[in-house]
């Protein structure tokens, strides 16, 4: 089985920038598409991005387009998400997860399993 564990987050002003890590254990992550999402106090877990893993085609939400980057390097058994320019609603805890199979087909529909996540918060 497929198990991913966050890092990355922190406490960071607004516009600063923030790279957090997905790494997978037990097996390699190489032919999963691999999904980030977010969950803010008080509001329902939301899909962020996703990269698949039969194209590396790439999905982002609205809210991040532009300012994050999802990246994987299947030697490192690692997808980044690099976010740029943050703002406090990016405020939230972020995890990682397998929507299942190789493409983002319906990621943000993912409702699996989570690890603890990291949480990034945006403060002055």
């Known amino acids: 089985q497929l198990q991913l564990v966050e890092s990355g987050g922190g406490l960071v002003q607004p516009g600063e920038s923030l790279r957090l890590s997905c790494t997978a254990t037990?097996?390699?992550?190489?032919?999963?598409?691999i999904g980030w999402f977010r969950q803010a106090p008080g509001k329902e877990r939301e899909g962020v991005s996703c990269i698949a893993a039969n194209d590396g085609s790439t999905y982002y939400a609205d809210s991040v387009k532009g300012r994050f980057t999802i990246s994987r390097n299947n030697a490192r058994n690692t997808v980044y998400l690099e976010m740029n320019s943050l703002k406090p609603e990016d405020t939230a805890v972020y995890y990682c997860?397998?929507?299942?199979?190789?493409?983002?087909?319906?990621?943000?529909?993912?409702?699996?399993?989570w690890g603890q996540g990291t949480q990034v918060t945006v403060s002055s």
């Open positions: 037990g097996r390699t992550l190489e032919y999963f598409a």
């Open positions: 997860a397998a929507p299942g199979g190789d493409s983002c087909s319906g990621y943000d529909s993912f409702g699996g399993s």
